[in-house]
């Protein structure tokens, strides 16, 4: 997958930038939890898991 679409999408839909990346698992759940918490923390989480 492009790696600018990717952080696009984790700056708009946290989530599915990170299911879209690293499948379902850990890191999704932790994004989505971050993202019902507030949006800021899953975005910046969705851009660490895109980005490594």
Request: proline share 6%; charged share 10%; net charge positive.
């Amino acid at each position: 997958m492009n790696k600018v679409l990717l952080i696009i999408l984790a700056i708009f839909l946290p989530p599915i930038a990170v299911l879209l990346k690293s499948g379902v698992g850990k890191d999704l759940l932790i994004n989505i939890v971050l993202c019902l918490i507030f949006f800021f923390p899953g975005m910046i989480h969705a851009l660490y898991v895109v980005t490594r």
